[in-house]
C-alpha cells in the first residue's frame, strides 16, 4: 500500500506485535478512532532514514478512510499541511518523536501532508534535526464503494 512517494526508507506492514507494543497501539486506536469504527488490522511502518523524506500526497480513500493515526517515533519532524484548492493557505506541524497525529476531515480529504527534508525541517524559526524515523499508522477502512 505504499505510495511511492518517499526518500531512502523501508515500508512494510505488520499484523503480529509483542503484548506491550500492542498495549501501545490499543492505545493509539482508543485515542483516534470511535467505538466500533472498523480498522485496518495491518499497521503500517514507514522507517525514513535521515534523508528520507516523504513527498506531499493526499491518501488514497481506496486504501483507508476518514481517519489516520500516526506515532512519530525516534525523531522530531516537521510535517507540512498544504490546501489542494488553495496552496498559499498551509500549516507547518511540529511532530516531536513519541508523538501521535490524528488526520481527520477537511485535513484528511483537502490537504497533502508531507514530511520535510532534513534540510527543509525547521519549525517557527527553529531547525528541527532530523535523523531515522519511524512512523507506526493505524487506518480505518475505506467506506464502501
Known amino acids: ?62 486504501f483507508c478512510g476518514c481517519t489516520i493515526a500516526g506515532l512519530s517515533l525516534l525523531s522530531s519532524c516537521v510535517m507540512r499541511l498544504v490546501s489542494e484548492q488553495n496552496p498559499e493557505d498551509w500549516m507547518d506541524l511540529l511532530l516531536p518523536r513519541r508523538s501521535l497525529y490524528i488526520l481527520r476531515g477537511t485535513a484528511r480529504y483537502e490537504f497533502t501532508h508531507e514530511i520535510l527534508k532534513d534540510e527543509e525541517s525547521f519549525f517557527d524559526g527553529q531547525k528541527i534535526p532530523r535523523e531515522r524515523r519511524i512512523s507506526v499508522i493505524c487506518r480505518n477502512l475505506p467506506a464502501p464503494t
Open 1 to 62: 500500500m505504499g505510495t511511492g512517494n518517499h526518500g531512502p526508507e523501508e515500508e512494510t506492514e505488520i499484523a503480529q506485535w509483542s503484548e506491550a507494543s500492542r498495549e501501545i497501539l490499543q492505545r493509539v486506536r482508543d485515542t483516534a478512532f470511535p467505538p466500533g469504527m472498523s480498522q485496518l488490522s495491518l499497521v503500517h511502518v514507514l522507517d525514513l532514514d535521515k534523508s528520507g523524506y516523504i513527498k506531499p500526497h493526499i491518501d488514497s480513500v481506496k
